[in-house]
């Protein structure tokens, strides 16, 4: 809809402008060349129009030229030119411009202030560029201006005020650039606007309700901003209105009003990503223009109006990620519905089959929903449809009958039925002769995979992972690029599987039953970018050729019982592995010097095996490393490595636990590792290791991570997701296994929020660097069962998002710095068996932790420890005599108190003799209520004696006085 108001406005323009008969002035021509000479190309090969002017020519008729017919240049169309560097100001030269044209370039700086020359331009178009800094004032000269497209820049700030001179615009976009802000309220006197697009910026703020009076507004688009508030409904009803784009502002609410029958302009209508929600109106279907509806990720609920499927022209409709519930109705469906995504709602029952009506329907997608039937056994009527999602439902069965009345999908490309509660495999896919991918993961499938299901010769990516499959693995698919059989019960592998794996990109046999030796065929696999043979009972050696392979990314051979040495293992010098697992064997020998052949690595888990060796630093070169797992084997000495200026800036995960290292840790290791410093912010993540090239991961939903990822029928397990990868883009989930708050977890995807050090249980000593302070965003420590030294370093502070600490087991000294309570995400603490003194301090996570984090040191006290004990002694002196003094305030601040109250009480008794009169008074008054007996022998004349000189007689009194009273204790 852009391009063609566009080419509308060129075309009045040239209708505007006379036939040029003459000759373009001779400055004009001079300025034009000019400006040829100092403008900068990027690739001056693909300059079309500039690179042709020529001074043998008349100016006016260069391409990209346009003139009046007098011979002023009025029009400059420069676009797609690949300019780079700044505007320059020769422009100024063309002061009657009225249409100038810069977009698809690498212009960058700011847009010069020359441009204020410019009185009489009507279209202004710099977008595709890199152009930064503010918009200037000097736009106020620009009342003449039709037409202004900024967007696809690097501007920033306000939107100025000088843009409230621009009453004539017609089109403003200034989409995708860093503008803040809200919408000013001057925009009201846009009433001429017909395309409004500010969307990709940082605009905030509430919609004014002022656009709903833009009686020619054709397009309206707000999308990506920061929005806020009730959207006006009003806005929905204006009648020239063909889109409406507000998506991905999340804060930005409202609900969609009725549409009245004369509203009937509305093309797209996309909410995507915000916070509508009410139920849609029966009378959305009066918007008969409707092609694409989007209001995927909202909160509508109740049911969906059967006549939303009727609109004539619909092609795109997105509803996924809402509330909806309900059976699903289609009457009079359109035939026009090319994709239709209903996933993640709560829509059950049977899937009607009406739904064969949609004659042109290409894409289905009803996944995460409570379906439990579908009609594969329907009419035949959906010849176009190459995509159907029904994975993440409670599908029992499919149609599985022998005879021809099952369904025949003749185009279908794509199956997911992941995750429901299928027994078999269906056996209308024995038909379905295009088929390249199948997803039947996490069912309840038994028994042997049928030698049908390898029909289709097209079958590349096949999924059958957590079912309860078994046999021997099948190697009769050799088209296939992807294949995953993990967390099975299969038993063997053929010897010769490699040779029927010679396209195979994936294979995943993980979480099996499988035993023997690993066959050394899977070498043919040349193609081969991921191998998964983790979790079995596989032995003997690794295949030497393993390793070798080229071409190989990912190799994970953990869990399972392979000896042999490591150290004859061979990488080539071009090698692509990323991840190389093999911990939880019984393997021995040292690290493979080759190793350090692989500048790509990212994993190596080696950990639990009998390797001997000191610490490899010959990887201490492969700035890729995130991830490095040596626990559990038998590696010694110290862990500095000569010349590690630089070594592993993106290491998040450090498991040396469980072996004989020793020394002291200097703190220049600690200042290497940038990513452990980076704020939440600031770091990567290592949720998938994309191999080929780096993909958007296909888990990650628009309202968080695995927000859209349900817990499998049958296969509960953690790992069990559907496949991680794309033909052409292999993905594969990082899994390895850690020890964090006490025990062992393993971590399926490696987020950029995890990162561990884990020392535990070696030899180091001397003491903790400070420089471990700087781990922002550290989230693990394990320092336990060393014999490190000293205080605990007071920078641990600074660790905000420190959520597991462990330094028991030491000979750590000196007082708990109380910059540990600042510690708000700390939910694991052990400080035990160590020789810390002092009172333990209190507040935020340290009310919650038990006296086990504390036991083990004679010098601690206070809470959570038994009581509130005064400072313990040691060797008759207080263990705060030295160089630290702790005060008691506690105790102090009662003290003081009673002190002072005591001397105010006596001291008013002495000062105040009116005070001292009534007090005398008072206790006279309370002693004749107690003992009435008084009063007879005392007389009533002695009532205003001083109280003290009636307590001298108390001692002469006789006993038959105070006789009868129980509570009267003394001289009696």
Known sequence: MKTLLHYFFLLCFNILLPAVHSQCIKDQQQSLLHLKKILQFDQPSYSTKVISWNSSTDCCSWVGVNCTSNGHVVGLDLSSETISGLIPGSFANFSNLRVLDLSGNSISGPIPGSFANFSNLRELDLSGNNISGIIPGSFANFSNLWKLDLSGNNISGLIPGSFANLSNLRELDLSENSISGPIPGFFADFSNLRILDLSGNNISGTVPEFFANFSKLTSFSLSGCQLNGTFPNEIFQVPTLQTIDLSGNLKLGGSLPEFPMTNGSLQWLILRNTNFSGSLPESISNLKMLSTIDLSGCNFTGSIPSSLFSLPLLSQLNLSHNQFSGELAFSNVSFNLVALDLSFNNLEGQISVSIFNFQGLQSLNLSSNNFN????NGPQQLENLSNIDLSYNSLLSLYNGTDSSYSSFPQIDSLNLAANKLGTIPYFLRNQSTLSSVDLSANHIQGKIPDWIWSSNQLSTLNLSCNQLQGQIPTFLPSAKCLDYSRNNFSSISSNIGDFLTNTLFFSLSSNNLRGVIPASICNASNLQILDLSNNFLSGMIPQCLTAMRDLSVLNLARNNLTGSISNVEVTEDSSLQILDIGGNQLGGK????????????????????????????????????????????????????????????LQIIDLAHNNFSGEIQGILWRTWREMMATENENGSLSTIAIGSHTKNPFTSTKGPFAHIKSHPFCTDSTCLPLRYAISHLEYSVSVIVTSKGSEMELVKILSIFTLIDFSSNNFSGPIPKEMGEFKSLRVLNLSRNAFTGEIPSSFGNMQVLESLDLSQNKLSGHIPPQLVKLTYLASLNLSYNQLIGRIPTGYQFSTFLPSSFTGNKG????????????????????????????????????????????????????CKRWSKWYYRAMYNILLKIFPQLEERIGIHRTHVYINQRCTQFSTFPKDLFTRNKGIWGLL
């Open 860 to 911: 601690l006290w206070g809470f959570p420890l038994t009581g509130f004990p005064p400072p313990p002694t040691v060797n008759g002196s207080s263990p705060n005599s030295g160089h630290h003094h702790e005060v008691n305030w506690d105790l102090i601040i009662v003290e003081i108190g009673f002190t002072f109250g005591f001397g105010v009480a006596v001291g008013s008794l002495l000062l």
């Open 373 to 376: 039937a579908f009609p594969f």
């Open 591 to 650: 690290v493979p010097k080759s190793l350090a052949k692989c500048i790509m690595l990212e994993v190596l888990n080696i950990g639990n095996n009998n390797i001997t060796d000191s610490f490899p630093c010959l990887l201490k070169n492969i700035s890729t490393f995130r991830v490095l797992i040596l626990r559990s084997n038998n590696f010694y000495g110290g862990i500095e490595c000569l010349n590690t200026n630089g070594t592993w800036p993106g």
